[in-house]
């Protein structure tokens, strides 16, 4: 087969997936009346939001040839932080910008432990959620942190069904794909990142500064996972450091669903926000059709072993 023609094929297939779940979905009498409606999609975009942003930065650092198990972690930390400030009195502006570097600041610890001590990221990352997560819960004291009113609830709402506008959320997340499409696409700083996913040994050796090209996708990623505890701040509208556990699970699933290899060298932002909204529409139509929990649980499990088989499945035919 010719090679554009594969790499056609290999962009398509995120889109026919999604295709398929969305048919899927909408041929059962219990979703048939309600699943293709406006307002249904407007909340299946909108819980897809928190996952999204957390896949943008999750790209990027499989591409690089990382894995950061600390999102859910993370996530749950910055959305803490965030109602602290705002319980505080602090301005929205000034909320945005220190849950973002927070999560920032956690990326850089991340990325400079694992180019510095030369650690694998599963095992420094694996530490960090738990050191993340414990954090959490001792700024929140163990419980959630409540307020009384922000601006930042409203970036998520979708009460009303008679509103034909997509919450600022969605907006949010598709304007980052976009700028983070363009870097990673048609930068020095998008082209180390392959390079460092391909080859790390090769990009050194051609002068690529590997190890300060790790540490800032690291910091970068986790501003992303900041932006997206502060996008589960509105959501719930509380600081709650027991939120988001197995998030990552998601994210990651999304990202190689999208076409990205766990091996590093290989992704797209567009591939990722598809294999996003495929999560958030599975979990959509299960609660629709009244499935429990536990077999939702199931499903993202079994969807997560195909994505693998099928990333193993894109590395065997390349390497032939």
Request: net charge positive.
């Amino acid at each position: 087969m010719h090679p554009v023609v594969k790499k056609l094929i290999a962009q398509a297939g995120p889109f026919l997936g999604l295709a398929v779940v969305i048919v899927l979905f909408s041929l059962p009498a219990e979703t048939r009346e309600f699943f293709l409606t406006f307002h249904n999609f407007k909340i299946i975009f909108t819980q897809t939001v928190i996952v999204a942003i957390g896949a943008l930065g999750m790209t990027l650092i499989i591409v690089s040839g990382g894995i950061d198990l600390s999102v859910g972690s993370t996530i749950a930390l910055t959305s803490v932080v965030g109602a602290l400030l705002i319980q505080r009195g602090w301005a929205t502006a000034a909320v945005l910008a220190t849950v973002v570097a927070s999560g920032g600041l956690i990326g850089l610890l991340n990325g400079a432990a694992i180019a510095g001590l030369r650690l694998t990221p599963f095992i420094i990352t694996l530490g960090s959620l738990g050191v993340a997560r414990g954090g959490a819960k001792w700024l929140a004291d163990n419980q959630t942190v409540n307020y009384d009113t922000s601006a930042i609830n409203g970036w998520m709402t979708t009460a009303n069904a008679f509103d034909r506008t997509l919450p600022t959320g969605v907006w949010i997340a598709l304007a980052l794909a976009a700028l983070t499409a363009v870097m990673l696409r048609q930068t020095v700083f998008g082209r180390y990142i392959f390079a460092l996913g391909s080859n790390e040994s090769a990009a050194r050796l051609c002068g690529v500064p590997t190890a300060r090209i790790k540490i800032a996708t690291y910091a970068l990623a986790g501003c992303f996972f900041g932006l997206a505890g502060l996008f589960q701040l509105s959501r719930l509208r509380q600081g709650d450091p027991t939120v988001a556990i197995g998030l990552e699970l998601d994210i990651i699933a999304a990202v190689i669903i999208g076409g990205a290899s766990l091996s590093g060298g290989a992704g797209s932002i567009l591939g990722s926000m598809i294999g996003a909204l495929i999560m958030s529409v599975l979990r959509n139509g299960s609660q629709q059709m009244g499935w429990p929990t536990y077999f939702q649980e199931i499903i993202i499990g079994l969807v997560i072993i195909v994505a693998v088989f099928l990333d193993r499945l894109r590395q065997g035919r390349a390497a032939s």
